[in-house]
């Protein structure tokens, strides 16, 4: 087990190189040219000869990988063009904030999709699982921007019920930094009132990016379920006389649990793209709005360091959901 | 496969709105009350009335005409889209399948860092480095979907490539360009078309967010993701430049999910969901 980890994380540094290579010469080759995006059309040659080689822009594209490489195993991401701050402290600082929104999101996502699986198993071919069936349907057919701005509109603007945008009210001090994390920071500092306004403006952005998870797990929870529903170990329980919510929640549950946390992983994919859209709807300040401002903006280190930043997550994702494989199915060793 | 689809409630849903899509994309000229990009200062935000079914945006543009204008720039997205990826990676994938050897461990890993990203993240970079427009959209989207179709291609011709008439046709002499383009080619095909199909409402969607976030077709292009985009600022009180875009791209979106679905359904029972 423990080689098998090691390989992987071998294996994901080599495809981490992967990605930045190919968009280190995606965000150069560029017919785009970042300086004059920088700059704005009247700026004098001289000024534009000055920023290229500050960001040695004039050098041969093989040196500037070289250069990138070397500071990047050093630990060094560059400096953002747009906010003049190095790429590593602002991802650092937009970093938890999706984590909190995505975090929020998963678990809504494994949640209720699971119970909406087994409630459509349990009564295949009936009135709630054609519903729950329809609604997954809908829950993965729906685009993530349209979903949130119907959203705003009826729980904020019409309603009332619920913030529109951000992480606190404008009014409300920040609690001191200490995981990044606002609502446990709230905690952490006792103050009750930023926590409350913190989970409450948690909610729509998490209740959205959830939408498609929540799908995607029920689907694939009940067809796994149904499966298992139909093997001789869960006639012989029944038989045994144990009662049919036990059968169900303890024998048929775990093994049906295994393409769940396959489909949880590409769902974490989904969510971290969900997050660059939500994010932009609700105002969020996290790493899917610094990276649609990096790519708007043609800031290069920002977008190499951001779209890195993101591949890691999801390899190690991948990694967490193929361990745990393990886990559920003992039949699984991996050499 | 017709009397298959038949069967099925929900597919037949999809593929009537598929066909009501491709129709209205194609009458679109005829359709359309005004021309979709001409602006009228004196009607912007019109909300719903006979002469604006769905009303007007924020220069006064028809967002009825708009939308069919639309439905064709999506239509064409997901087509050509699919026909480009579809056909270089189904290339790749057999020869990589087919071959095998350095070049095929090779290309599969270059598969392999490409898959590495979300998708969306990986056509924004694209699109963004090349400068959004509409026909980077579909470079940026091509570029993220051929991988999809390597890996399939790919396992089809591994297995066509041990089968015995296959076996049968090398002892008869022919060349190995013979074997894959009247062999491993037509096999390899079905289930490239089918993935193509699924691919579709995948397709759309992206394009739709790429230019939701700016980072796709740009303004005045009829695009439903940049419509929706530019309706954001009118909310609420002009809730339809934005809620009539997006009502689009959903009911596409889930028209070729219905279609899909079913078709998955008929050629693989056991993936039945």
């Known amino acids: 087990m423990i080689s098998y980890i090691l390989k992987r994380l071998a294996w994901m540094v080599f495809v981490l190189f992967g990605v930045m290579t190919v968009v280190f010469f995606i965000s150069r080759v560029i017919p785009a040219d970042p300086v004059a995006a920088m700059l704005g059309g009247q700026a004098p040659p001289e000024l534009i000869e000055q920023v290229r080689a500050k960001w040695n822009l004039d050098k041969p594209l093989y040196d500037q990988y070289l250069i990138y490489l070397w500071r990047l195993l050093q630990g060094d991401l560059g400096v953002s063009i747009s906010t003049g701050k190095p790429v590593a402290e602002d991802l650092l600082q937009f970093f938890p904030a999706t984590f909190e929104l995505a975090t929020a999101a998963t678990i809504l996502s494994i949640f209720f999709g699971i119970i909406l699986g087994i409630i459509s198993a349990v009564r295949s071919g009936r009135v709630m699982d054609h519903l729950s069936r329809l609604s997954a349907l809908l829950g993965i057919s729906m685009p993530v921007f349209w979903l949130g701005l119907l959203m705003l509109l009826l729980f904020y603007y019409l309603l009332g019920w619920l913030p529109g945008a951000g992480q606190l009210p404008y009014y409300m001090s920040r609690p001191p930094r200490v995981t990044g994390l606002i609502t446990i920071d709230s905690l952490i500092a006792g103050r009750f009132d930023a926590f409350q306004s913190a989970l409450k403006h948690l909610v729509m952005p998490a209740v959205v990016l959830s939408f498609f998870g929540i799908a995607a797990v029920s689907r694939i929870t009940r067809s796994s379920m149904l499966d298992v529903l139909r093997e001789e170990y869960i006639n012989t329980a029944r038989a045994k006389g144990l009662r049919e919510a036990n059968v169900v929640l303890k024998h048929a549950l775990k093994n049906a649990m295994l393409p769940v946390s396959t489909i949880s992983g590409i769902t974490y994919g989904r969510l971290l793209e969900g997050s660059v859209i939500t994010e932009t709807i609700f105002a969020w300040p996290g790493l899917g709005r610094y990276a649609t401002n990096a790519f708007l903006a043609l800031d290069f280190p920002a977008v190499v360091g951001s779209t890195m930043l993101i591949a890691l997550l999801y390899a190690l994702t991948n990694l967490v959901v193929d361990i745990s494989y393990a886990y559920l199915n003992p039949k699984i060793r991996y050499g | ?273």
């Open chain 2, 1 to 273: 496969m017709w009397r298959a689809l038949r069967r099925n409630p929900l597919s037949l849903t999809g593929l009537a709105i598929i066909s009501a899509l491709v129709l209205a994309a194609i009458v679109a000229p005829y359709l359309s009350p005004y021309d979709p990009l001409a602006t009228q200062p004196l009607r912007k935000l019109e909300g719903l009335s006979p002469a604006h079914p769905l009303g007007t945006d924020q220069l006064g543009r028809d967002i009825l005409s708009r939308l069919l204008y639309g439905a064709r720039i999506s239509l064409r997205i997901a087509v050509i889209v699919a026909l480009l990826a579809g056909s270089t990676g189904t290339l790749i994938g057999i020869l990589c399948g087919y071959f095998g050897g350095r070049i095929d461990n090779l290309l599969m890993r270059v598969t392999d860092i490409f898959m590495a990203f979300p998708q969306l993240i990986l056509a924004m970079a694209i699109s963004s480095a090349l400068g959004p427009s509409l026909e980077n959209v579909v470079i940026a989207i091509s570029l993220t979907e051929w991988t999809f179709f390597a890996r399939l291609a790919r396992s089809r011709a591994i297995a066509i490539r041990e089968e015995n008439y296959v076996e049968a046709a090398r002892a008869m002499g022919a060349g190995r360009w013979r074997i894959l383009s009247r062999h491993v080619l037509p096999l390899s095909l079905s289930p490239v078309i089918v993935q193509a199909t699924l691919e579709m409402g995948g397709i759309i969607r992206t394009a739709a967010s790429l230019g939701f976030l700016g980072l796709g077709a740009q303004p005045p292009t009829p695009e439903w993701g940049v419509m929706v985009t530019a309706g954001r600022n009118y909310l609420p009180g002009q809730w339809w430049v934005s809620t009539f875009p997006g009502l689009a791209i959903f009911i596409t979106v889930l028209g070729f999910n219905l279609l899909g679905d079913g078709i998955r359904d008929i050629l693989d029972p056991r993936l039945r969901g």
